[in-house]
């Protein structure tokens, strides 16, 4: 449970993993590259130090310098599945999702939960509950020939479309998440079948780390031309010309709001957050608003922020000695070529 570095143009960015690793084995996963996805390195996340965090947090009234405890009694939404799926196979030995959502529906506390899973045991609806859990189902296609070259232990388009539908039917706020978004085409037709259903769509493009050893692979793999990208820190990154394009394509065809999730298309959300936390309910309106994409979309700058110390939260690279957390967001946004965060317009 903790704060990413995301956070200076993030508004969700309080994150919890129940596992490290996944076994759904997606050949793009960012966190592949970044720590051991896929069968390395394994980890089933200690659920006692989850569960001390929330007693400390609600069950004791002593001040805090912890940023885990501040975050936690401002009750800003989690984000759960960041770095691993919370719906992985594995969870069906080990149940710490579970344990998960059932600690979070003791201290009716809000979470946002990303997985590309088809399903859930009818045991885990007791503890879901639709006032404070919401989904985020991933899907970068509606053709499962073209998703087998990326993913190959996902659940099927249609399996991943029919629990969006299960999902809503029992009352859950439900958004897709495009990501990535490497072929126009296959994102189009995501948009066209499932933006009647849902409430949300999160569109990000396809990020190759530069420091990935198969990077070279993975663009012919993509059937991708690396004069399209650009460097942007420690990723490759499509063109925003090119990503400005796509998203106008699918914004003129979908039927709900379209959230970008690429940092130099964030303002052109159809929220003030690109993965529509904004919009599910009051329960989860303490989201992180003092951030680069609500500042420049509202001019806002007078929201609540953490107070204490969030230094650890930034690499070594980034880090500077006795800055605090609106030191950093004020810092990036001045410096906005940081990070890939470019001024464009949306015509």
């Not at 129940?18 to 390195?41: E, H, P, Q, S, V």
């Not at 859950?172 to 995501?190: A, E, H, M, N, T």
């Not at 000695?321 to 015509?347: A, T």
Request: with cysteine.
């Amino acid at each position: 449970m903790a704060l990413t570095q995301q956070f200076k143009h993030c508004g969700n960015p309080f994150r919890v993993d129940t596992y490290k690793g996944c076994d759904f084995g997606c050949k793009y996963c960012f966190a592949n590259c970044r720590g051991g996805n896929l069968n390395k390195g394994f980890q089933i996340a200690d659920f006692s130090i989850i569960e001390k965090n929330f007693k400390k947090a609600f069950d004791d009234d002593k001040d805090t310098k912890n940023l885990t405890i501040e975050m936690l009694r401002h009750r800003v939404p989690l984000h759960l599945g960041g770095m691993s799926d919370p719906f992985q196979t594995r969870e069906n030995e080990y149940k710490i999702t579970y344990k998960l959502l059932e600690l979070t529906k003791k201290y009716n506390y809000p979470v946002l939960i990303s997985t590309k899973t088809s399903h859930v045991p009818e045991e885990y609806f007791e503890v879901l509950d639709n006032r404070i859990h919401a989904f985020q189902i991933s899907l970068m296609s509606m053709d499962e020939e073209y998703i087998r070259k990326f993913e190959t232990r996902t659940p099927s388009p249609s399996e991943r479309k029919s629990f969006a539908q299960l999902l809503k039917d029992r009352g859950f706020w439900v958004s897709i998440r495009i990501q990535p978004l490497i072929k126009v085409q296959q994102g189009l037709d995501v948009v066209k079948e499932l933006s009647g259903i849902v409430d949300y769509i999160t569109v990000e493009h396809i990020k190759i780390g530069n420091d990935n050893a198969n990077k070279k692979q993975m663009f012919i793999d993509m059937e991708l031309n690396p004069r399209d990208f650009k460097s942007c820190g420690r990723e490759y990154e499509f063109m925003t010309d090119i990503k400005r394009e796509n998203i106008l394509k699918l914004k003129a065809i979908s039927k709900c709001p379209i959230g970008c999730g690429d940092n130099d298309l964030h303002e052109f959300s159809d929220s003030n957050n690109c993965c529509g936390i904004d919009t599910i309910n009051e329960n989860f309106n303490e989201w992180i608003k003092y951030n680069s994409m609500y500042i420049n979309k509202t001019n806002d700058d007078t929201q609540w922020y953490p107070k204490c110390n969030c230094s650890s939260c930034v690499n070594n690279e980034g880090r500077v000695s006795g800055w605090c957390f609106q030191d950093y967001v004020q810092d990036y946004m001045k410096n906005p070529k940081k990070e890939g965060l470019c001024k464009v317009k949306l015509d």
